[in-house]
């Protein structure tokens, strides 16, 4: 009967700690292509044929009056570094890092947007 005992209470923690677990786990969703929003946290503006975009948590802004608007990435366009979170992929024996539904090369020092 002990023995019993214990192993109800090991039962116990265990799924005690797999739902603490569980409740750590954060989804992050690529904001629909046209939100806008009135700031954004420390953003990288970058041109790319003369237009200038911002570059903030691995989402892509266009700047619109005051405001934000989400935009697609535009293909050719570089960045300096990829948020946290990027996954290396190998596609057609090509190194890829693919960061919400994007795409991206490494290119010297840089990171590029391509299409898949």
């Known amino acids: 009967m002990k023995n019993f005992k214990i192993l109800l209470i090991g039962i116990a923690l265990f799924g005690a700690m797999i739902t603490v677990n569980a409740q750590k786990t954060v989804v992050r ?13 420390k953003p990288s503006v970058i041109v790319h ?11 892509w802004y266009k700047a619109r009056a005051k405001k934000y608007v989400v935009c697609g990435a535009p293909v050719g366009i570089k960045v ?7 996954k290396v992929v190998v596609v057609n024996g090509r190194k890829l890092y693919k960061y919400k539904g994007i ?10 947007v391509v299409n898949v």
């Open 80 to 86: 300096r570094k990829l948020p946290r979170g990027n």
């Open 103 to 112: 795409w991206y090369k490494k290119s010297g020092r840089k990171y590029v």
């Open 49 to 59: 044929k003369k237009t200038n975009f911002y570059f903030a948590d691995g989402v």
């Open 29 to 41: 969703i690529y904001p629909k292509h046209g939100t806008v929003v009135t700031t954004v946290k």
